[in-house]
């Protein structure tokens, strides 16, 4: 099992050659693909925004202090007072939508004669308590109106993590299909030798047959040039390897520093027939499990949320807000604070408010853009599901479509290297010529690459019938934490 967290693995020093099986370039590609590393950045950016709009539920607090000083005159007196006032908030938006503020305002006034014969110094302490609950009637009533924001958010966050997870995928599906691209051209490579050592040994045989005068001197310029094209052929087929080597190298590693050393290729195909296999069941497997429709499902449900949201918007702003006040004043401030909590003065007020933008353009305008969206999102879920539903079908068919490919390919061959030993024994023997041999040789060639093909191909289907049906994290048993 792999977790993308934590992967554990040894692998050998650049300097040396290296044995890679399928799990190796798994877990290889899963820890240094650069791609994937860029990736995942996004996720941690998404989950960032979600934990900052989570907060506008926090409650908070306010205050501030102020001094001042002011004069008054009167017929007789002149008086200058200084005022220190303080004042404290608290507010906390509830889920549903209400809102709740405590607010103190405590102010002491210290009154000073400014001419001789004025009264004496006086201070007054006055605190002011009030608690308020404000709660809409209409506009951004409700919890599904007034966590909006945050089930949003929230959504992203799992789309990110969807993605990301389709990115593992993508990176699992591509680092097995280059593996077997590898191989496969290995494979090629050494078909290509065979056939070139085949030509090799005919070209001998051919000049043994002209110095004894079987043959003309046409046979055996047909021979000497078929050893320079397959030779030719090799060439071209080692260039194949190096440059497949090279793709799979950086794709897993992320650079091409081992790509001039020996990759050996542990694992070779396995041919095993699909058993039980019905096209509805893949295709209701894909709609579970695969990414893209997933992420459309969620990029539905964030629609829906602000149509809703949208819709409530276009309703007028009624709220209905209730305030208990209470108030001490004395000439002291232990007075003031005992009149405070004493309960005598207090007042309480219902108040009811509201507010209608002219016609509501604004709002109309915002909800017929969440209604188009929805529908556009909609089409775009039924899109995605025709899609997948034509991809598992394509991707079923090739796989049933190898495995009939590759028998007939395995038939092909045999039936290639028997056609081959019976025509070199008819040139032996003066029945044949040096072209139907060369000829035979080529068929023979071309029937090893196309059972080569064929047995690569099909690992490669089953590879990417994986993909579309979604279950390529369950196959190689990777868990995302």
Not at 218 to 236: F, G, P, S, T
Not at 315 to 325: A, I, Q
Request: hydrophobic fraction near 35%; charge should be neutral; proline fraction near 1%.
């Amino acid at each position: 099992m792999y977790c993308i967290t934590a992967i554990i693995f040894v692998t050998n020093v650049y300097g040396e050659d290296q044995s890679l099986g399928i799990r190796d370039v798994i877990q290889l590609s899963l820890e240094k693909n650069l791609q994937l590393k860029v990736n995942r950045v996004s996720k941690d950016i998404q989950e960032e925004k979600y934990n900052a709009v989570a907060t506008i539920f926090d409650p908070k607090i306010k205050g501030a202090a102020s001094v001042g000083s002011t004069s008054s005159k009167t017929d007789k007196h002149i008086f200058r007072s200084e005022i220190d006032k303080l004042t404290a908030s608290a507010s906390k938006k509830i889920q549903n939508g209400d809102t709740l503020m405590v607010s103190l305002i405590s102010r002491r006034q210290k009154t000073n004669p400014f001419l001789i014969g004025t009264p004496s110094t006086k201070t007054d302490f006055s605190h002011n308590l009030s608690v308020s609950y404000i709660m809409p009637l209409l506009q951004g009533r409700g919890e599904k109106i007034a966590t909006t924001d945050i089930q949003v958010e929230k959504n992203n966050l799992k789309i990110e993590k969807l993605l990301l997870e389709q990115d593992i995928i993508n990176t699992i599906t591509i680092a097995q299909v280059y593996y077997w691209e590898l191989f496969k051209s290995i494979e090629q490579h050494q078909a290509k030798i065979k056939s070139f050592e085949l030509a090799e040994k005919f070209l001998k045989t051919a000049q043994e047959k002209l110095a004894m005068g079987l043959i003309a001197n046409n046979d055996l310029l047909q021979a000497k040039a078929e050893v320079a094209y397959r030779e030719e052929a090799v060439l071209i087929a080692e260039n194949t390897v190096k440059n497949n080597q090279d793709k799979l190298i950086q794709y897993i590693y992320g650079d091409t520093r081992m790509a001039d050393k020996t990759i050996e290729l542990a694992q070779k195909p396995i041919f095993e027939k699909i058993k039980n296999i019905y096209i509805d069941a893949e295709i209701q497997k894909a709609l579970d499990y695969r990414i893209d429709y997933q992420v459309g499902k969620v990029r539905l449900e964030n629609a829906n949320i602000y149509h809703d949201y949208y819709k409530n918007q276009a309703l007028p702003k009624l709220d209905l807000s209730f305030t208990l006040s209470m108030v001490g004043e004395g000439k002291s401030n232990n007075i003031a604070t005992d009149n405070l909590t004493g309960g005598d003065n207090y007042s309480g007020q219902i108040e009811i408010s509201g507010e209608y933008p002219w016609k509501m353009r604004r709002a109309e305008a915002y909800l017929s853009k969440a209604v188009y969206q929805k529908y556009q999102t909609q089409l775009a879920l039924e899109n995605i599901q025709q899609a997948l539903i034509m991809d598992v079908r394509k991707s079923l068919r090739n796989v049933l479509s190898l495995e009939k490919r590759f028998e007939s390919t395995k038939i092909a061959l045999e039936l290639a290297e028997e056609k081959l030993s019976m025509e070199e024994d008819r040139f032996k023997g003066g029945y044949s010529t040096s072209y139907n041999v060369l000829q035979f040789q080529r068929d023979l060639s071309n029937a090893m690459v196309n059972n080569i093909n064929a047995s690569v191909d099909y690992q490669i289907a089953r590879v990417n019938l994986e993909k579309s049906t979604g279950v390529t994290l369950e196959v190689h048993q990777v868990e995302i934490q």
